[in-house]
């Protein structure tokens, strides 16, 4: 029996170690969202994957789905945002947005802009000036916390939500402040 397999982009937002070479990731994709998928033989030193498959990294996969759930069957690496940035500001603000994503996403559900999303913010935290890395953390979970359903879209904040040029939009209003507060105290995660 064939299967089919789903080329894709992905995040890197966490592993572990399956047997004695084995590992499991788990990634966020672009086409089919949050879901876990082991690699074979990943941890030798002659595999091939081992530095595509780093935590924090943006890469292309090639998923298979089998009985018994995702494997990867190739991978390439485009990006590491964790060991691009150089500073430890920057490296704890690319931490904190993959802590956002394992916390609110879960199962395998299209999440086609807040990919986008995710992969804009992670680009741009390792240019941006340490000042700056607050601010634009704030309106990427606001814009998180709006695309899961969390906050509503109200007239004061539908420029932060809606704006296809988002990270260059002004600091939020408080009430945008208020809004991420309240969508994390009620999504109970």
Known sequence: ????????????????????SDKSFLLFTRDAGML????????????????ALQDFSLMKVSLIRGKSGWRIGSAESEINFF???NEKERRAA???????????LHGEVTHLDLFADSKEVLSRLIHLEPKDL???LTIYTL????????VADEPEL???LNKQEWWK?????????????????????
């Open 94 to 104: 690319v931490t904190r947005v993959i802590r956002l994503l394992r916390q609110f």
């Open 134 to 136: 607050d601010e634009l």
């Open 83 to 85: 060991t691009r940035s």
């Open 158 to 160: 539908s420029e932060y």
């Open 169 to 189: 939009l002004p600091p939020l209003p408080e009430k945008a402040k208020k809004a991420i507060e309240n969508a994390k105290m009620v999504s109970h995660l």
């Open 1 to 20: 029996m064939s299967y089919k397999t789903y080329t894709t982009e992905a995040i890197v937002c966490g592993s572990r170690v399956n047997n004695t």
């Open 36 to 51: 876990w998928a082991t690699a074979k033989s990943v941890r030798e030193e002659r595999s091939k994957q081992r530095f």
């Open 143 to 150: 814009r998180l916390l709006h695309r899961l359903g969390y």
